[in-house]
């Protein structure tokens, strides 16, 4: 949410420069705002998504047909192909892995239905259904931009650009391409922030009710919506913006991301050894080798990332061990707790 909401405040000032101070301000107004729409029920919150996500699809849709309807300099692009790049730093394979860090940004939210599984009546049917489709469609609209970007530019001044998108919308609609992207990316961005502001609550929730964190953070409103999980995570992501840089943010947010997904890799394994016999209903594709694929993968991208981006990548470990402490006081709080307890009811307001 933080790094979105940062981000949502960097294009606002592009397209209203008067706003260039107030980027921090725009952002935590953004995450208010919308933390107000989730209060307000499920209903609200899971309407402004589907709005936002279908306007942002259509959006980018419209662009690469715009790319291809509007642009011939496909061949200009192909001419143009330098004999070779100078190779950062550590060499292509770090490059290449270091590149990952905003690619798996972008594709970070694909297990999101996971937390909506309790509110679904046929999940055993529709959680498999949705996150498969969910990330075929991504990567159809993104194969789609890059294959639009790649017809509009050439290849040298796409290695240049810093928003290709933003170059590519320049060169066909002119001076207001710049406002085009723009209008796309922010489109993105608060889809990416509501998308969070319904995930996070809930998995706080689900905290709450196994014993956690206090029961009052379980508590729901009419809306169905857990309204103090719901501020705990708006608190905590306005605090992290007016903690870092955009970049820092997402380097974090990179780094944390591959270590929950190495954890979650790691336990799928240890799973299937203790609960051999629990129902699986939805079996997933060429397992094991699968999973010990994106294991390895998962792991040579952190190492990438501490090898490369030290200082980020040793603040997000700092914070994991920050926590562990407190995971084994909740833990064992939790255990005293279930012993002397009444059976956990949700709190309403």
């Known amino acids: 949410m933080a790094y979105a909401a940062v981000a949502f405040g960097e294009f606002t000032a592009e397209l209203r420069p008067v706003l260039h101070i107030n980027v921090k301000l725009v952002a935590v107004g953004t995450l208010s705002i919308l933390a107000l729409l989730n209060w ?3 209903r609200s919150g899971s309407r402004a998504q589907e709005l936002t996500s279908l306007a942002k699809v259509l959006a980018l849709i419209g662009f690469v047909v715009a790319c291809f309807a509007i642009s011939t300099s496909g061949s200009a692009a192909a001419s143009s192909v330098p004999a070779s790049f100078p190779l950062p730093r550590g060499g292509l394979l770090l490059a290449i892995l270091i590149a ?5 940004v972008t594709y970070d939210g694909w297990y999101g239905a996971i937390y909506f599984t309790e509110e679904d009546e046929d999940p055993v049917r529709n959680l498999p259904r949705s996150s498969i489709s969910g990330v075929l469609a991504c990567i159809a609209v993104y194969l789609l931009m890059n294959v639009a970007l790649l017809h509009v530019l050439p290849i040298s001044r ?3 650009a810093q928003v290709p998108a933003a170059d590519a919308a320049m060169s066909i609609f002119g001076g207001h391409g710049k406002q085009v992207i723009l209008i796309i990316s922010m489109l993105s961005a608060i889809g990416g922030i509501n998308a969070i502001l319904l995930m996070m609550p809930r998995i706080l929730f689900s905290m709450s009710r196994d014993g956690l964190l206090p029961r009052a953070v379980a508590s729901v409103n009419r809306g169905g919506t857990p309204t103090t999980a719901l501020s705990f995570a708006t608190l905590a992501a306005i605090a992290l913006v007016l903690s870092g840089s955009f970049e820092k943010l997402v380097a974090i947010s990179a780094i944390l991301f591959v270590v929950v997904y190495l954890s979650g890799f790691c336990a799928l394994f240890v ?8 129902p699986r209903p939805f079996k997933s594709w060429g397992y094991p080798w699968a999973n010990l694929g994106v294991l390895f993968v998962s792991l040579a991208f952190f190492v990438a990332s501490v090898v490369g981006d030290l200082k980020d990548a040793m603040f997000t470990l700092a914070l994991i061990a920050l926590s562990y402490p407190a995971y084994v006081l909740l833990v064992k709080r939790r255990r005293v707790a279930t012993s002397t307890r009444e059976p956990f009811t949700v709190p309403t307001e």
């Open 40 to 42: 307000l029920g499920l």
């Open 100 to 104: 990952f860090q905003p690619i798996l």
């Open 158 to 160: 796409l290695a240049a």
């Open 271 to 278: 799973l299937r050894v203790r609960e051999p016999n629990l």
